[in-house]
């Protein structure tokens, strides 16, 4: 059964102060790896799709890595906009369902 | 463009209701997917259509839920005879399935908050 693991589940930082968050994952045949961003009583929000170990997405202070275990979402010199909850999930097999992983909540102060 | 809406945004119930959910995807894209998210809990994948080809409904927790989708469309989540435990988030995404990267990716609706009293 694929699972996905999602730490830390909760990350207060202050404004500026970078960090990661890491979704690992252990999975049959991985076919694609994607990060969301949700925000309170939204749907979650997409943000990159990784293929294959060694790859990597940024999109403004975000970027998003992959290994043959694990993807990290760095975040560097965060904003308070960027408090939300980040979510993580995998497409396995020959189905196109996603597994998800139970989201990191990060909040960023001034 | 218009992305994935979904109505009602709230519906509080009884229990032993039934309700219906809506869903409309985001126009031309061929795959439709129903997901519920419990409180603490990650999203839970339920449904998937793809075309004209037999609906994916391997992750329906039971006969009382069940799904169609109307000329490749618009999507209807029925729960019958609702119990508190079906209390959560439905959100629905749609994909495009064809032309170039990113075609897979799933793109989600604002989502159904569903109270059973």
């Known amino acids: 059964e694929d699972q996905v693991t999602q730490s830390p589940e909760a990350l207060r930082l202050q404004e500026g102060e970078s960090s990661s968050l890491n979704c690992s994952y252990t999975?049959?045949?991985?076919?694609?790896l994607f990060w969301y961003r949700q925000d309170p009583g939204k749907g979650p929000e997409f943000l990159f799709t990784?293929?294959?170990a060694g790859e990597e997405k940024e999109k403004e202070r975000l970027k998003a890595t992959l290994t043959k275990k694990e993807s990290f979402l760095h975040i560097t010199a965060p904003k308070p906009e960027d408090s939300a909850t980040y979510l993580c999930?995998?497409?396995?097999?020959?189905?196109?369902?996603?597994?998800f992983g139970t989201g990191t909540q990060l909040k960023v102060e001034l | 463009g218009a992305g994935v809406s979904q109505s009602p945004s709230n519906k509080v119930t009884e229990k032993g209701k039934d309700v219906e959910l809506r869903c409309d995807p985001i126009?031309?894209?061929?795959?439709l997917y129903w997901y519920r998210q419990s409180l603490g809990q990650g999203l839970e994948f339920l449904i998937y259509?793809?075309?004209?080809?037999?609906?994916?409904k391997s992750g329906l927790p039971s006969d009382r839920f069940s799904a169609e989708r109307t000329g490749g469309s618009v999507s209807t989540l029925t729960i019958q005879r609702t119990q508190q435990e079906d209390s959560a988030v439905y959100l629905c995404?749609?994909?495009?399935?064809?032309?170039?990267?990113?075609?897979?990716?799933?793109?989600f609706g604002p989502g159904t908050r569903l109270l059973v009293l």
């Open positions: 995404a749609s994909s495009p399935l064809s032309g170039g990267p990113p075609r897979e990716t799933q793109y």
């Open positions: 999975v049959s045949g991985l076919r694609g």
């Open positions: 990784l293929y294959s």
């Open positions: 999930a995998v497409r396995t097999g020959g189905g196109n369902k996603l597994t």
């Open positions: 126009s031309g894209h061929t795959a």
């Open positions: 259509f793809q075309g004209n080809s037999a609906p994916d």
